[in-house]
Antibody
Framework: EVQLLESGGGLIQPGGSLRLSCAAS????????MNWVRQAPGKGLEWVSA????????HYADSVKGRFTISRDDSKNTLHLQMNSLRAEDTALYYC?????????????WGRGTMVTVSS | DIQMTQFPSTLSASVGDRVTITCRAS??????LAWYQQKPGKAPKLLIY???NLESGVPSRFSGSGSGTDFTLTISSLQPDDFATYYC?????????FGGGTKVEIK
């Protein structure tokens, strides 16, 4: 079964750091661009970051650029998001999502998400 | 960044109705548009990619059309399972962006 399972969320104070992980199974992880997408409580979807197959190219939303770092470990089929200098507005459910097999970044597989709450 | 404007934000409809949701891009995105369905407490589900391609396993009552800046998602005959929030997303260029969502409610 194709599956993505996020972990690492929690309650963190403003200015703190957190590292999210996403464990992939059921597909050839190393062949796909992977993404993080977040959703603040009661709000819409916001794409956060992407990393290409092989890890040679990364992209970030302006709202997280310079604070978040995406990475992948293809030997462990795992995607990571290192989040530093966290702000209240980073509070959200964070999903990892896989690109479709065809060209482009539509997302055909999503995890269940991990909740990040930034509050003092 | 490319802005995606979705309308209406809320739509009230009955089972059996034909429903159309519109998404407009602030600049041309060719056909690089996806549609998702999200139910409360669940992850989004891909319905349509490349503007008009139906994702495997998605019922044929869903269809997508458009290119350039104007796109539509149509549900030909609304079913009870279709009451949800729908999002469009452009992937013509980074930063990838989503529309604000359309909540389809029971009339």
């Amino acid at each position: 079964e194709v599956q993505l399972l996020e972990s690492g969320g929690g309650l963190i104070q403003p200015g703190g750091s957190l590292r999210l992980s996403c464990a992939a199974s059921g597909f050839t992880f190393s062949s796909y661009t992977m993404n993080w997408v977040r959703q603040a409580p009661g709000k819409g979807l916001e794409w956060v970051s992407a990393i290409s197959a092989g890890g040679g190219s990364t992209h970030y939303a302006d709202s997280v650029k310079g604070r978040f770092t995406i990475s992948r470990d293809d030997s462990k089929n795992t995607l990571h998001l290192q989040m530093n200098s966290l702000r209240a507005e980073d509070t959200a459910l964070y999903y990892c999502a896989k690109d479709v097999p065809t060209w482009g970044s539509a997302f055909d597989i999503w995890g269940r998400g991990t909740m990040v709450t930034v509050s003092s | 960044d490319i802005q995606m404007t979705q309308f209406p934000s809320t739509l009230s409809a009955s089972v059996g109705d034909r429903v159309t949701i519109t998404c407009r891009a602030s600049q041309s995105i060719s056909g690089w548009l996806a549609w998702y369905q999200q139910k409360p407490g669940k992850a989004p589900k891909l319905l349509i990619y490349e503007a008009s391609n139906l994702e495997s396993g998605v019922p044929s009552r869903f269809s997508g059309s458009g290119s350039g800046t104007d796109f539509t998602l149509t549900i030909s005959s609304l079913q009870p399972d279709d009451f949800a929030t729908y999002y469009c997303q452009q992937y013509n260029s980074y930063s990838l962006t989503f529309g604000g969502g359309t909540k389809v409610e029971i009339k």
